[in-house]
């Protein structure tokens, strides 16, 4: 701008400081051109978060679950965004579900099918996200900001979270993948270059140059698979010894025992990402907003879950040594149906509302145990929960005619799944060994505190019963 000879009134910046007056009047893409690029880039996006949405259960790595969480979250948004977007650029039929180009198809499901984590991560974050990064860096460079101010605006902001998730990716394919494993995948990572060499770059903006490349991992189309994985450090996971409920409703327990129980009772829901995701994953035919909408659930509760995470290590414990069950997303995912494990989600959050055993509860009781930490992540939680009971009013009474009906219809299929306490420890699962004394043992140490002989010796368990339908998610 310092050589620019065009100035406003006194020197100030014409045209708003969007672009320098030289600038506007050389460059710029045609509304068709636009519309082209942009229609990739949202297709692009609506691949990620398929890949996301459905690799997110069974990924072990506990970590690339929650990463696969907030990405999905990114990706679900700024399709909403661009395909908003596009839809005003007079440019019908807008085929928005359409592969833009054949090479592009199998650029995507090549990584859809990738198997994990290696070649998967290579495929999302060493792949598909630098071009991505790519092609919105170019739409930036090339677009006009003032003309086509509204794509660059959303291509602004989409460009700032792919280039977070990029980062980030980088960071997990150095973790990942050895030496070895990147010359293993050389040949496959070389195709998925070709793949976007033929199609012209991911937005279309280079010339096509070769042919695709023949399918490799995705010669068979992939399927979800709905059965939960955690990593080595997750351990016995059907354990279900502790009743964390009766626990903090308990009146004769002090308010920072408690503290614990909430954050195991966050951490714990690590399992309500791998049980949307299956929703998601599931469930086709409905307009972008329901899937926004669910992928921004599916990332408050695996931010719930880190919040959990937050404080195991803000109080000097090991949260490995806490048995975080996978029973519930396990039963729901290979039992129900996807609208009717929405309706049990949906059941739960909603039965979460009301005092005093609520959520609202939870923030009291963190409250009174004068630990900030879990008084603001109980205070967060809550604002997160009575988003989501209105999220589900949105999408499940209208589908099931009233709130009572699709109440109803989450308290009947909950009832319908098999499996419980018995059943896990007579096929040899778990034997519930009660993991709440050496917790709390381990946190006094941390805190320089002697353990209550009452407190050391107390046992609760969801023995006999399935855990409680409202007990156990949110
Ligand atoms: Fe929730
Ligand atoms: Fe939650």
Redesign the pocket.
């Known amino acids: 701008m310092e050589n620019e000879p065009y100035a406003g009134y006194r020197g100030l910046p014409p045209l708003v400081g969007l672009l320098p007056m030289s600038q506007a009047a050389e460059i710029g893409l045609s509304v068709e051109d636009a519309v082209a690029r942009l229609k990739r880039l949202h297709w692009a996006f609506k691949r990620l978060h398929g890949v996301f949405v459905t690799r997110l259960t069974a990924m072990p790595i506990y970590e690339l679950k929650m990463a696969f969480s907030l990405h999905a979250f990114y990706c679900a948004e700024h399709v909403a965004a661009l395909a908003a977007r596009v839809q005003e650029m007079r440019q019908p039929p807008y085929g928005l579900d359409a592969a833009p180009h054949a090479a592009l198809e199998i650029f995507f499901d090549e990584i859809a099918a990738a198997p994990a984590p290696e070649a998967l991560v290579l495929g999302i974050y060493d792949a598909a996200l630098p071009a991505l990064v790519r092609g919105l860096e170019r739409f930036l460079r090339e677009t006009h900001r003032l003309f086509d101010f509204p794509s660059f605006r959303a291509a602004r902001w989409a460009l700032l979270e792919t280039r977070e998730m990029a980062e980030y990716g980088d960071a997990a394919a150095r973790c990942l993948m050895s030496a070895e494993k990147r010359l293993e995948l050389a040949p496959w990572r070389e195709a998925l270059a070709q793949a976007l060499a033929a199609a012209g770059d991911l937005d279309g903006a280079a010339a096509p140059a070769g042919a695709a490349p023949e399918r490799q991992f995705s010669a068979a189309p992939p399927r979800f698979d709905p059965v939960p994985r955690r990593d080595e450090r997750f351990r016995d996971p059907y354990n279900m010894a502790v009743n964390a409920e009766a626990f903090l409703f308990d009146e004769r327990i002090p308010a920072w025992p408690k503290t614990l129980m909430l954050y195991f009772k966050r951490m714990r ?1 690590i399992d ?1 990402p791998e049980m949307i995701a299956g929703i998601l994953a599931e469930t086709g035919g409905q307009p972008w907003e329901y899937y926004r909408d669910l992928t921004r ?1 599916l990332w ?2 695996a931010r ?1 879950a880190m919040m959990g995470e937050v404080g195991f290590a803000a109080l000097g414990l090991d949260w490995r040594q806490v048995p975080l069950p996978i029973t519930w997303s396990l039963t729901l995912n290979t039992q129900l149906a996807p609208r009717e494990r929405h309706a049990v ?1 949906y059941a739960i ?1 909603q039965g ?1 509302m009301p005092r005093p055993h609520g959520k609202e509860g939870e923030w009291r009781i963190a409250l009174a145990s004068s630990d900030r930490l879990a008084a603001l992540m109980q205070d967060y939680d809550w604002a ?2 009575v988003l ?1 009971a209105r999220l589900g009013r949105k999408w499940l009474v209208p589908e099931f005619g009233s709130q009572s009906e699709a109440l109803a219809a989450g308290d009947r299929a909950w009832s319908q799944v098999l499996g419980g306490w018995r059943e896990w420890r007579e096929q040899g699962l778990t034997a519930h060994h009660n993991w709440w004394p050496d917790l709390y043992r381990a946190a006094c140490a941390q805190r320089g505190v002697i353990p209550d002989p009452d407190l050391l010796a107390y046992a609760t368990s969801y023995e006999a019963t399935r855990p409680d339908l409202k007990a156990v ?2």
Request: hydrophobic content about 30%.
């Open positions: 829901e309500v659930q408050d509760e719930h989600l959050e979460l997160d929960e989501h998610a949110g």
